[in-house]
């Protein structure tokens, strides 16, 4: 056996490389997933064959609208503690509120969670979208990677334009800060504590269980999206196990083209048959190597980020139960205080305390309880009217951007399977051909 395989090796040293053979000349690139390789990273002057983005039809940006942005031109940035990424940031502006009509920045990846925590506090009704993660998807790629950075500029593009398409979040002030203030004095901006930096109790941090009216129209978003979450969970889950098969089929595959050259070699009778042969796999290999390699940015990377963003929905409508448990409890404790008035007024038979003894403690009288009371039912009465502002203000504010995210929820969800099916058919067709191609010597050689 051992002989065997010094022979093949032989005969495949001896022929041609089999990436000859390949349409376009693409090599075969079988991923191993081997987690113990080390990635080294990557130089200064990476990232300078990396064309800026020309064609914003891609990244569904409008450049007739009033406020037009894109985010390109990555640059890798070495100081003593650290090394980051920054991005060109190109804003056109044709608004009254802007003093000029284009803008260029340098921002990282750190200045966009900024700008993204004070969309969260300044507009806590509103969903606002996520970025990408901050570390790296597949495990193979280095953050400073020329194919790393591709991802995350696209990803922040996309982050971008949902801002600048959202009629509230478009005008914030630190959005407009962002765009327009210079790395220096942006630098001092983030530097500041702003009031709402103290510590506060979220309203998603209430229990929800308690709540005693659950409103029908939000109650039915969150079963959607419990559904939808499973239904992408499993997309995924049987995406990446196909992922992982074809991998290893494309190992075993490899097998083929040696072992029929060294067939051939040994029977010339049947040389141009196996020479067929030979050929077809390697071009079929080849096919099969190229929808591997796209998985990535055609399965994993968008499916996750929809996940991300449904993850953001979600905690949306936390925030506003957590508003519906802060109404709730401030029309109880109303309710409670208004029935002590009543029971304390003439005709309410207010239950008298019985005295057992001396007491050093004076105990109030109802006058003066009623005194109190009429202190605090005012004061209670617009908290409540104030938490109930709040409340349908979330209400109103999510149905708008649930809306909104439903619409774009299609475009995605669409564009996913196009992507997919479209990969699909042109792996198929290259196999095909390949093999077409194959069957047809064949059965010419056999008619001869």
């Known amino acids: 056996m051992s002989g065997n395989t010094s022979a093949v090796l032989d005969v495949v040293s001896e022929n041609a490389d089999i990436t000859s053979i390949i349409k376009d000349g693409k090599e075969i690139s079988v991923s191993h997933n081997d987690c113990s390789s080390l990635i080294q990273s990557a130089s200064i002057d990476s990232f300078s064959t990396i064309q800026d983005i020309e064609n914003l039809s891609e990244l569904n940006v409008d450049e007739n609208t009033d406020l037009c942005i894109k985010i390109d031109n990555p640059q890798k940035h070495l100081e003593t503690l650290e090394t980051f990424i920054t991005f060109r940031i190109t804003s056109k502006v044709a608004r009254i509120e802007f003093s000029e009509n284009e803008y260029v920045v340098r921002r990282r990846y750190n200045d966009f969670l900024w700008l993204r925590q004070k969309l969260l506090e300044c507009h806590p009704f509103c969903i606002i979208p996520p970025l990408p993660a901050k570390h790296s998807l597949i495990g193979q790629l280095d953050r400073y990677s020329k194919d790393f950075i591709l991802v995350r500029m696209k990803a922040l593009n996309v982050f971008i334009s949902r801002i600048v398409q959202h009629p509230i979040l478009s005008c914030n002030e630190y959005f407009k800060l962002f765009i327009t203030v210079k790395q220096p004095d942006f630098n001092l901006l983030r530097r500041q504590r702003s009031n709402s930096d103290t510590k506060q109790v979220a309203p998603s941090s209430l229990t929800h269980a308690t709540l005693k009216n659950k409103h029908i129209e939000f109650e039915k978003i969150k079963t959607y999206l419990n559904l939808l979450v499973e239904k992408v969970n499993a997309f995924e889950k049987i995406s990446n196990r196909i992922y992982k098969e074809r991998n290893e089929l494309m190992v075993e595959l490899q097998y083929f083209y040696p072992h029929l050259q060294y067939w051939a070699n040994t029977e010339p009778e049947l040389a141009k048959l196996l020479n067929s042969i030979a050929h077809s796999t390697v071009k079929s290999l080849s096919a099969q190597n190229e929808l591997v390699a796209q998985y990535p940015n055609l399965i994993a990377t968008p499916v996750k980020d929809f996940s991300t963003y449904v993850d953001v929905v979600q905690e949306a409508l936390q925030k506003r139960e957590g508003h519906q448990a802060i109404y709730e409890s401030s ?60 409340l ?54 056999v008619a001869k």
């Open 331 to 390: 029309v109880e404790e109303l309710n409670k205080k208004r029935a002590d008035k009543d029971k304390l007024m003439p005709g309410g038979q207010p239950v008298q305390a019985q005295s057992s003894g001396f007491s050093l403690w004076k105990q109030p009288t109802s006058d003066e309880k009623l005194e109190k009371l009429g202190v605090t039912i005012p004061q209670l009465t617009k908290k409540m009217e104030s938490n109930q502002d709040n």
């Open 392 to 445: 349908e203000c979330a209400n109103e504010q999510l149905r708008s951007d649930v809306e909104r995210w439903q619409m774009e929820k299609q475009q995605l969800i669409k564009k996913i399977l196009l992507d997919f099916a479209n990969k699909q058919i042109e792996y198929y067709e290259q196999s095909v051909s390949a093999w077409e191609s194959a069957r047809n010597r064949v059965s010419q050689n």
